[in-house]
Each structure stands twice: as structure tokens, then as C-alpha cells.
T-cell receptor, first 113, second 110 residues
Framework: DAGITQSPRYKITETGRQVTLMCHQT?????MFWYRQDLGHGLRLIYY???????DKGEVPDGYVVSRSKTENFPLTLESATRSQTSVYFC????????????FGDGTRLSIL | RKEVEQDPGPFNVPEGATVAFNCTYS??????FFWYRQDCRKEPKLLMS???SGNEDGRFTAQLNRASQYISLLIRDSKLSDSATYLC???????????FGDGTTLTVKP
């Protein structure tokens, strides 16, 4: 039962570089989400997707791009990384909206130097 | 007022104690609620779903009070392994967005 997997687990890069974080789920869940969590803070929604080819902005979308060409994948791209994007990134999925919980991946710890 | 508010704590309790956390929410239309636990910046893990008046799972009991718009989490016979941050999550009426509380930190001491 692979569930939801994120890659890489850890990433160090430099400012200005493009970085893509991968998220893959095996449950065929409709909804997928990207969150960031900064040290000492709560989770903040970056983008979410209700189905393949449907994405929408969350609370903090600036500097990020997402796509969802297939139901199982939801990559997150930092087009030109900045130090303020150093964070832990969590991907999540849920079967339905509202009455079903979200299930989270292990997270990607991203450091931008 | 925040959409979801939790007492940040920290709550420091001895092993075997009973501890309760509250989570208040502002949207009276909310129908379902979730409690997660998170260990030291690892991924949040679902602890309990609450759809009606409450739910119980072993030592954990969640209660929903719609009139006062809060959800509580009660942990009985606390274990060292219960030390974590507990997150209250309320799906918004806008599909796709949930509001996460900032979490309540629990430390169980021997």
C-alpha cells in the first residue's frame, strides 16, 4: 500500500534555480493539495486540485506553479527559488471534499541558499 | 477572529493524566471536522474524524458542540508517545480549502 509519496525527501538548491517537487498517490483520490509549513508555524495551502486538469490557488500561491495532467500526480514547481521558500512542503490527497479527511505524504524538506 | 482557533499550550502532563483540548470554529455551516497529530515537523496523521456529536477511539474521545461551535479532544491515560502537536481541521464551505488550526502542543512526562 504505497499511498501517497513525495520526492525528493530533502533538497538543497540555490536562489534563482527552478525546483520541482513531486507528489504521487495510488488511491485515485480526486483532490490533491500542496501545503508549506515554516518552522514554528501552521500549514498554509499553496495550491489544490479537484481533478485532473483542474487546479486552484490557495492561501500562498505566489512563486509556485502546479499542474495535474494525471489524477495520480500533482507536481509543484518553484520557478525561481527564493530564500523565503525554504520550508517543509507537504502534499495531501482526499477522496472527496468536505466529509473525507486528507492524507499526507512524508514531506519534502527544501532549503534554498 | 480566526476561522479556527486552538489553545497553543504547551500542555505538560504526567503519564496517566487526562487532558482535553478545545478547538473553536467560526463557520456555523461546517459539517465535518478532523483531529490530526503531528510529530516534530513530520507529516500530519489523521487521529479522528468527527461528523456528528462525537467519536471515540480507545483512549481518545472527540466531542462536537454545534451550538457553541467547538470541538474538543479528550485523551485519557496519557502515554509518553502521545507527546505531539494536535491539529484541528475544519473543511471550508469553499470546496478544496480546509482551515488548519495552529495546533496544541502536548508533552507527557514520566
Amino acid at each position: 500500500d504505497a499511498g501517497i509519496t513525495q520526492s525528493p525527501r530533502y533538497k538543497i538548491t540555490e536562489t534563482g534555480r527552478q525546483v520541482t517537487l513531486m507528489c504521487h498517490q495510488t488511491w485515485s483520490h480526486s483532490y490533491m493539495f500542496w501545503y508549506r509549513q515554516d518552522l514554528g508555524h501552521g500549514l498554509r495551502l499553496i495550491y489544490y486540485s479537484a481533478a485532473a486538469d483542474i487546479t486552484d490557488k490557495g492561501e500562498v500561491p505566489d512563486g509556485y506553479v502546479v499542474s495535474r495532467s494525471k489524477t495520480e500526480n500533482f507536481p509543484l514547481t518553484l520557478e525561481s527559488a527564493t530564500r523565503s521558500q525554504t520550508s517543509v512542503y507537504f502534499c495531501a490527497s482526499s477522496q472527496q471534499w468536505g466529509n473525507q479527511p486528507q492524507h499526507f505524504g512524508d514531506g519534502t524538506r527544501l532549503s534554498i541558499l | 477572529r480566526k476561522e479556527v482557533e486552538q489553545d497553543p499550550g504547551p500542555f505538560n502532563v504526567p503519564e496517566g493524566a487526562t487532558v482535553a483540548f478545545n478547538c473553536t470554529y467560526s463557520n456555523s455551516a461546517s459539517q465535518s471536522f478532523f483531529w490530526y497529530r503531528q510529530d516534530c515537523r513530520k507529516e500530519p496523521k489523521l487521529l479522528m474524524s468527527v461528523y456528528s456529536s462525537g467519536n471515540e477511539d480507545g483512549r481518545f474521545t472527540a466531542q462536537l458542540n454545534r451550538a457553541s461551535q467547538y470541538i474538543s479532544l479528550l485523551i485519557r491515560d496519557s502515554k509518553l508517545s502521545d507527546s505531539a502537536t494536535y491539529l484541528c481541521v475544519v473543511p471550508n464551505t469553499n470546496a478544496g480549502k480546509s482551515t488548519f488550526g495552529d495546533g496544541t502542543t502536548l508533552t507527557v512526562k514520566p
